[in-house]
């Protein structure tokens, strides 16, 4: 059999492709924490009790309208203590609620994304100061937003005083805008002209298409100078793309996802999960009904293109899922025997990267998650210092608490105007049922 040039260059690329992959496969630890699984809530130091005031609260939220249905999971010291279903999944068809149900977890993403870029730090690829420009030529010499005309959507811009890193994207603190959602109505025009995707999508186009004209478009501020919630994460997955040599998503499946079990999420379902997706949903009428078309279709992850990987907001996941990842943190970056990141790292990343930008003296922001302070702690109802957390477009959130190991994740998918207080109840009733 005679192979020609072409052939043999394509199979060389394949086989250094494998090679890089196996290369950087995640490491076998010496620790081995087990896999998160189920376990009597006295067996943790927890009561039973005082947990079951999570499932009253669950279900008076459904039975009173406020929420047309439930997921919540409770974990500590490895095990999962109290995980239940509520309401509906989709209540015209009538279709219940179940435990293994698949939520669109949007910016809950985003610490998922962070993960990735740290993992590829930890290889030595790039310093979190490098400027993204480095890696993304369209973002050297970023602009700053200094005037705008309303009648035609023009504006001015200044050069910035410093490039954007690594570090200001992980953060937060870049300057760069939130298209559709953006609360400067100014930047959000902008992004709008330019026909910038905010996470979701059903059309055929790509994170690099995305990103490389999002590089263009001026900046809420100087790099460093102030939190603005961002499109950051989605370059960040660009850069992963970048620095990885693979697809986005496929990097996600083969070095975090597979790892840790996680096999529930997704940018975009397969067909034999598509069924669990739960459907988000406003109230309307007096009655729960599925959320409209505007920006983008609520059906993104099981139709469409399925070509665009927002790290800031594109996966879908389940409670456990999501708890497993958790975990992992929890444990110093490591599960069931696979060693994610170093237990160093993972102290970087729970450290103060914003000052007194983020949250004042009761939070900060790390290179992945807010962060509790000892004044949040102390104010109460946040859990002990150094609790992580964060939450989701479609009203989904989470939290981890290190000192009490615990964690709690409820899922939701709802848009529009709720009388939902179950997520700071949430945390509240998590943290009284701990009897140790």
Not at 50 to 77: F, H, Q, T, W, Y
Not at 351 to 375: E, H, I, R, W
């Amino acid at each position: 059999m005679t192979i020609n040039n072409k052939h043999m260059k394509n199979l060389l690329k394949i086989v250094f492709i494998a090679l890089t992959v196996s290369l950087n496969a995640q490491t076998r630890s010496a620790q081995k924490s087990g896999l998160l699984v189920k376990g009597t809530p006295e067996s943790v130091g927890m009561s039973s009790e005082r947990l079951s005031r999570i499932d009253n609260m669950c279900k008076e939220a459904v039975e009173s309208g406020d929420l047309p249905g439930i997921v919540a999971l409770v974990a500590r010291k490895g095990k999962i203590v109290f995980h239940e279903a509520y309401g509906m999944a989709d209540d015209q068809s009538k279709r219940k609620m179940k435990k293994d149900d698949i939520f669109r977890i949007a910016s809950q993403s985003k610490a998922i994304t962070s993960t990735a870029v740290m993992m590829l730090w930890e290889e030595g690829k790039f310093r979190l100061d490098d400027p993204i420009s480095k890696y993304i030529a369209e973002f050297e010499n970023p602009m700053v937003l200094s005037s705008f005309r309303y009648g035609d959507t023009t504006y001015i811009a200044i050069p910035a005083v410093r490039e954007i890193t690594i570090r200001h994207l992980l953060t937060h603190t870049s300057g760069i805008g939130y298209a559709e959602i953006d609360p400067d109505e100014r930047i959000k025009l902008i992004h709008e002209k330019a026909g910038i995707i905010t996470a979701f999508t059903t059309d055929d186009v790509s994170i690099a298409e995305n990103i490389k004209k999002l590089a263009k478009l001026p900046l809420h501020h100087n790099p460093g100078e102030k939190y603005t919630y961002s499109l950051g994460l989605d370059v960040l997955g660009y850069f992963v793309e970048i620095v990885s040599g693979m697809p986005f998503d496929e990097f996600l499946r083969k070095r975090l996802f597979e790892p840790l079990g996680m096999d529930d999420t997704w940018f975009y379902l397969p067909e034999s999960r598509a069924d669990r997706l739960v459907t988000v949903q406003k109230r309307e009428s007096e009655e729960w009904v599925k959320y409209p078309i505007t920006f983008y279709d609520t059906d993104y992850p099981i139709t469409g293109a399925m070509k665009y990987f927002s790290g800031g907001g594109g996966l879908s996941s389940t409670a456990k899922d999501y708890a497993t990842f958790l975990q992992m943190y929890l444990n110093g970056g490591e599960l069931n025997g696979t060693r994610i990141l170093s237990r160093t790292t993972v102290q970087s990343v729970m450290g103060n990267q914003t000052g007194d930008l983020f949250g004042g003296d009761k939070s900060y922001y790390g290179l992945a998650f807010g962060v509790v302070t000892s004044k949040g702690q102390d104010a109460g109802g946040e859990g002990s210092e150094g609790t992580f957390s964060w939450g989701g477009y479609f009203n989904t959130s989470y939290f981890a608490d290190p000192v009490e190991q615990t964690i709690g994740i409820i899922m939701k998918q709802t848009r529009g105007p709720v009388n939902d207080e179950t997520g700071w109840k949430f945390r509240l009733l998590v943290n009284q049922a701990i009897d140790d």
